[in-house]
């Protein structure tokens, strides 16, 4: 099943798989990232791999600017509409084999494309990323690209929110795949160039039998 007929099926009422919607949930990891943050003031946030994720409006109504990255257009369409239902808030600019969604107000912009594109135009422009998920949901030959680039985009000293899957058992299927502080800090991993800060411990419980969620700290280094 692709990306795009599994989020159909979400969208049309089939099993949330992964999916959390509870805000009280995101308040929790925006509270984190400012904590760990040496940025005074907003933050420039990018949200990978975001679907549609509420806590890129939460932080974004929070006076951040917040920027996400999806490759499934009806994804992307919930998240827009999170911010309001006049469609005319929204300006569209196609870019080759990606569409680029700008609010309003400057400060929300939503990628419909590739993760793993590179885009010299994002290279050291986010102070914090908030990661919910996207490590453990790739194989493990696609880590290093996906690393690589939350690399390139983050400034030095920029703040990585990680949440992953603990399984019980099937550790070696997924996704999502079970994930450990030894499989972020891999230096084909987030190793390469983030230190690690900090383990969160189970940071919410999951409605998913033998699965806990668990929350993680880096920072990018020089």
């Not at 099993?15 to 959390?20: E, I, T, Y």
């Not at 019980?168 to 690690?196: I, M, Q, W």
Request: net charge negative; glycine share 10%.
């Amino acid at each position: 099943m692709t990306w795009a007929t599994t989020w159909a099926d979400i969208l049309s009422g089939g099993p949330g798989r992964w999916k959390v919607d509870d805000l009280g949930c995101k308040k929790q990891a925006l509270a984190h990232i400012e904590q760990h943050s040496s940025t005074e003031g907003p933050m420039r946030i990018l949200c990978p791999l975001a679907g549609d994720d509420p806590f890129v409006h939460y932080a974004w109504s929070q006076g951040h600017d917040v920027t996400a990255i999806d490759i499934v257009p009806a994804a992307m369409k919930v998240m827009r509409g999170q911010f309001g239902a006049d469609a005319a808030d929204w300006s569209a600019e196609s870019k080759e084999s990606e569409t680029v969604w700008t609010h309003k107000s400057g400060r929300a912009t939503l990628i419909e494309g590739d993760m793993l594109t590179k885009r010299p135009e994002l290279i050291d422009s986010f102070d914090a990323v908030y990661d919910k998920d996207c490590f453990g949901a790739l194989e493990l030959q696609m880590r290093p690209g996906y690393c690589n680039r939350i690399a390139e985009f983050a400034k030095t000293g920029a703040t990585i929110y990680v949440e992953v899957k603990n399984k019980a058992s099937g550790r070696e299927n997924g996704p999502p795949f079970h994930v450990e502080k030894a499989d972020l800090t891999d230096e084909a991993a987030y190793g390469g160039c983030f230190e690690y800060v900090a383990s969160l411990g189970e940071v919410y419980p999951l409605k998913m039998p033998g699965m806990q969620q668990m929350g993680h700290v880096l920072r990018r280094l020089k």
